[in-house]
């Protein structure tokens, strides 16, 4: 607005002057537009270097073991050097664009008043205008000049911007992996059986496939998935959490398609404890309580106990309130497990799923495992992932797996009996 008001006013001083003072305006608005897709494309890369680099020290402090065990450390350094000498680059590329593109700006808005005074000085000489009008002119090209020139700055922020807000938006526009339906299901209380009819699901990234699959779980079966690795037990897991849909067929909880189900009152009545059990670096207390965050003291405390990792908890400086990892205490697997253990039974839902450890825990890790588990999977539907075959003997159902197909299912005694793939397996684990 201030633009077109002053050049409404310089015309009615002197239409020529005006036209003269005009002209960096269009020079500039081609400059900025130029510096402006230069540090667009300056800034994506910026950016993608700085993911890359996040990345990479992500990668290896994450196997920092492993990276000293190989005694890699020199070749990690130089490949963080080279992803950081290139971020220097670009840095360096970035600050000489911006501070060529406001200098270039301002140094053409400066050619404009110099040619205004020698022209003007020129026709005063001559008689045509007033000192006075020229006086007049010159301090209003300042209000001509500063709004092109704050416009233009800010033309290049926001290109420069633009390039974050691509990278931002290339991520949340991808679509939901599942959606929640139009109008969910609410389930409070579930009891608990599990079905898949007629599923058949595949990662689109993989080969592996599940096609015509069928199995109902129980209510408050206990249920044992075995195989080899890479038989799909995760998957079938993944697919009752929801986390894929199938691509046909469909997968009930009591009888509720889990598509039609609200995704929060599917996970209400599920509780994961993963085989590698990840605590966050907080408190104990926060750790357990993370599944119901208004729990009391005494709550946590009682999960812990059933957990059998109530005592262990005691003995620790801080008791529940002793933080985990980097900055506060180093648990081992079994710990972490009851403590996982512990947040899932708090939350008390009507199906467990158990991952179980695939490393040998120590015996008496596993023996009170074990011991908790009797008691907290009573009155719920389990899964248990079983990676070694002699934590699943007492389970209700045990269901073989192979390829993405059952195989063979029933009790231990049964499968020895009958399975050659369970034997094969049992075999070799349990020395039977
Ligand atoms: P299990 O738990 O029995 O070891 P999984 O269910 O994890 O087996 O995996 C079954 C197969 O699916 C494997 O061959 C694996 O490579 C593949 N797979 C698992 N997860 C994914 C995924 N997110 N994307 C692509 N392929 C996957």
């Not at 008496?364 to 992932?385: M, V």
């Not at 934590?391 to 197909?405: E, P, S």
Request: proline share 3%; with cysteine; glycine share 6%.
């Amino acid at each position: 607005f201030m633009l077109i008001a002053v050049v409404i006013y310089l015309v009615s001083i002197n239409w020529l002057l005006t036209v003269i003072a005009v002209i960096p305006v269009p020079l500039t608005i081609v400059l900025t537009n130029r510096f402006g897709k230069k540090l667009h494309g300056i800034t994506g890369s910026f950016q993608e270097t700085i993911a890359a680099f996040s990345a990479r020290l992500q990668e290896t402090f994450l196997s920092i073991r492993t990276v000293k065990a190989f005694g890699q450390e020199t070749s990690e350094k130089e490949k963080a050097d080279r992803i950081l000498s290139r971020l220097t680059g670009l840095y360096i590329k970035n600050s000489v664009t911006t501070s060529l593109s406001v200098n270039l700006v301002n140094f053409v808005s400066m050619i404009g008043p110099v040619v205004v005074l020698s022209w003007g000085t020129y026709l005063i000489a001559g008689g045509s205008m007033k000192l006075g009008a020229l006086i007049a002119f010159y301090m209003l090209l300042t209000y001509l000049y500063s709004p092109v020139q704050t416009l233009a700055s800010a033309h290049v922020e926001v290109q420069a911007a633009m390039a974050s807000v691509d990278r931002i938006f290339e991520y949340l526009d991808l679509p939901a992996a599942v959606q929640e339906a139009t109008q969910p299901v609410a389930l409070s209380r579930a009891h608990g059986e599990i079905a898949f009819i007629k599923v058949s699901f595949g990662y689109p990234e993989s080969g592996f496939r599940l096609d015509d699959f069928n199995v109902t779980l129980r209510r408050r079966e206990k249920v044992a998935l075995v195989g080899p690795s890479g038989a799909g037990k995760t998957t079938l897991v993944n697919l009752i959490l929801r986390f894929y849909d199938p691509e046909s067929g469909v997968i009930t909880l009591d009888g509720v398609d889990l598509r039609r189900l609200s995704l929060r009152s599917l996970r209400d009545n599920l509780a994961l404890v993963d085989q590698d059990p990840l605590l966050f670096k907080t408190t104990i207390f926060n750790n357990i309580a993370y599944a119901r965050p208004d729990a009391s003291l005494d709550e946590v405390k009682r999960a812990a106990q059933i957990a059998n990792i109530h005592d262990f908890i005691t003995g620790l400086p801080h008791t529940y309130f002793t933080e985990v990892g980097e900055r506060g205490v180093t648990l081992s697997g079994g710990e972490k497990q009851r403590i996982c253990l512990a947040r899932a039974i708090l939350k008390d839902p009507a199906v467990l799923i158990l991952d179980e450890a695939t490393s040998a825990l120590d015996s008496t890790s596993e023996r009170l495992i074990q011991q908790s588990l009797k008691r907290i999977l009573a009155d719920k539907t389990a899964i248990i992932i079983a990676h070694r075959l002699s934590t699943v003997q007492h389970a209700d159902r045990i269901i073989v797996l192979d390829k993405g197909r059952i195989v063979d299912q029933g009790t231990h005694q049964q499968l020895l009996e009958t399975a050659p793939l369970y034997r094969e397996l049992a075999a070799r684990q349990l020395r039977v």
